[in-house]
């Protein structure tokens, strides 16, 4: 009732209230500046959430082994771990990694000349658990028995701070959204106390010709909904413009290669500008209304 | 249709206004008098609910007004025309805007009504200044503009505060004989105003009652006007 109200602009009712340019161009700005605000923390609330969730699947899914033993003893070693993943309920593979896999993962500490053959390097092997996973505590048991220079890493001792900050910059992220929605209304509450004030003579002759409650407020409330509505567009596409630009961090950039939005939540920004606008209707009613029972 | 029974009203001081008693029944003609601060346009507000007695009742078209919200009382000023002593006018409209206000804020703003309009500038003389904004007009045509908005929406009842104060004597004729056809055409019309010779005017043209305010209280005037 009230978006058709406002859909159906009436050119004469619009016009009852004095234009303001400096007061316009105030709330559009401010409402640009927290839609932009907005959008990335959005953005970030999103990504963050992403990350936590691929590192937790990611992290969780995939655990190695370490063998370490005198080299005559490794292979037979690296064998019987591999007999004793194969039979372990939870472990969808398990694979060693070839020599030229262990230098490429020490080559950023050691540089490309390491003589990795020459050295007792222990072997790993990778592991990957079915979505069920397997029993951690169990398969070290089994394998401190079978395997004496085996190491279980299971990384589970450095995933979970890293989930949970990551989870809590998701809640951070989504706790801003709602103060910038918060600080928007009190934003325009302020803007239309002051143009109602300003108005009031206006209001007054609306008043003796008779208008209603409904049609003053609703001059003041297209008005600052229409404002705020395009502020908060302009704000939003520059928003998601920054982002597309955003330079590519590339893999090593890991949480910041993910700032930004995917697949349909693209979407989500373009929510910003109405729910801004929403946020200014309300505010401006209950501005008008207190202003009008004042000004009887 | 107005109906102020033992009315009295004070601005929160004394008493301006005690024991008033009127009624404006349906085609009937009335000026009010009195001394500058007698009270007239106070006792005008009270008419069209602007003030709410201190004292008695005010009755709207059969609604007392104490029991009437805002939209109720804004919404029975539709039927009552009011030329405001100090006109009241948007300064940001033009001076049709400012006539046809009454039109827009009641949702009617139809062609017809607009047809309405240029007829009506045409009656008080001010079709040349129709895209003029108020504070470029002179006194009296300002009134004029008043005095056309007051009756645009053809209200039941026209109360006008000293419609003719700034005008000359001939331009005072015209807005009188609008006034009295209005009158003729079954509306109620309530003139405050000083101007005895426009009082001796319209009694010779229409049934007029004079009603005079006078230490506080409304008398009827004697016939020697
Ligand atoms: N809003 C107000 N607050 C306080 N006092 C007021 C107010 N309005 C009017 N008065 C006082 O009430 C008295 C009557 O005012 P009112 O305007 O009704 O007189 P009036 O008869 O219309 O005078 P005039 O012929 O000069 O127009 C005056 O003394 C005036 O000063
Ligand atoms: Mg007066």
């Known amino acids: 009732m009230v978006l058709k109200g406002l859909m159906t602009s009436d050119a004469a009712a619009d016009r009852v209230v004095p234009p303001s340019g400096y007061t316009a161009r105030l709330t559009m700005f ?15 609330s999103l990504s963050a959430g992403r990350v936590a969730q691929e590192w937790g699947e990611a992290l969780a899914r995939s655990s190695t082994l370490r063998i370490s033993a005198a080299p005559e003893e490794l292979s037979a070693q690296t064998a019987a771990a591999l007999r004793v993943l194969e039979t372990t309920p939870g472990v969808e593979e398990a694979r060693p990694l ?9 080559e950023p500490w050691f540089g490309p000349d390491l003589p990795v053959d020459t050295l007792p390097m222990p072997q790993l092997i990778d592991i990957v658990e079915t979505p069920e996973g397997y029993d951690s505590d169990g398969l070290r048991l089994r394998l401190s028995a079978e395997v004496p220079g085996a190491v279980l890493d299971d990384h589970t001792r450095w995933r979970r701070p890293l989930v949970a900050a990551a989870s809590r910059l998701r809640l951070l992220g989504w706790v801003s959204i709602g103060l910038i ?20 003579k206006v209001i007054t002759v609306l008043r003796l010709v008779g208008a209603t409650d409904a049609y003053i407020a609703g001059a003041f409330v297209r008005r600052f909904t229409l404002r705020t509505l395009g502020g908060a567009a302009l704000g939003t596409a520059l928003a998601i413009g920054a982002i597309l630009v955003l330079p590519d961090a590339g893999e090593a950039g890991g949480f910041l290669a993910g700032i930004g939005f995917q697949g349909w939540h693209w ?3 373009l ?15 209950a501005a008008a209304q207190r202003v009008l029972k004042e000004l009887t | 249709m107005i109906e102020l029974e033992n009315v009295a009203y004070s601005y929160g001081g004394g008493e301006l206004l005690t024991d008033i008693s009127l009624g404006l029944a349906p085609a009937t003609f009335h000026f009010l008098t009195g001394p500058s601060g007698a009270g ?41 025309g009011v030329v405001h002593q100090d006109c009241q006018f948007l300064d940001h409209l033009s001076v049709a805007e400012n006539i046809a206000l009454p039109l827009a804020v009641s949702g009617q703003d139809s062609a017809d009504e607009r047809a309405n309009l240029r007829e009506l500038l045409g009656w008080v003389g001010l079709t040349g200044r129709a895209d003029a904004l108020p504070p470029e007009l002179s006194g009296g045509e300002r009134q004029r503009a008043a005095l056309a908005r007051a ?25 009188l004989q609008l006034l009295v056809e209005l009158n003729r055409m079954g509306k109620t019309i309530l003139i405050a105003t000083h101007d005895l010779s426009l009082i001796r005017a319209a009694k010779q043209q229409v049934q007029a009652r004079v009603l005079r305010i006078s230490k506080r209280r409304l008398q009827l005037a004697g016939t020697d006007l």
């Open chain 2, 151 to 175: 009756v645009i929406m053809s209200p039941d009842v026209i109360l006008a505060d000293e419609p003719t104060g700034n005008v000359d004597w001939e331009m005072s004729q015209r807005l």
């Open chain 1, 30 to 44: 401010s409402a640009a500046t927290m839609a932009f605000l907005a959008v990335f923390a959005l953005a970030l």
């Open chain 1, 271 to 285: 929510v910003v500008p109405p729910l801004a606008a929403l946020v200014a209707l309300y505010a401006t009613q």
């Open chain 1, 267 to 269: 979407i989500l920004p």
């Open chain 1, 181 to 200: 929605a918060a600080a928007t209304g009190a934003m325009i509450t302020l803007a239309a106390n002051a143009a109602l004030a300003a108005n009031a």
């Open chain 2, 40 to 80: 007239k346009s106070t006792l005008l507000k009270l008419c069209y609910g602007a003030l709410r007695p201190t004292g008695g009742h005010v009755r709207l078209f059969d609604r007392d007004v104490t029991q009437m919200d805002r939209d109720a009382v804004a919404i029975s000023r539709r039927r009552i």
């Open chain 1, 98 to 106: 070839s020599a030229e896999e262990q230098q490429a993962l020490l």
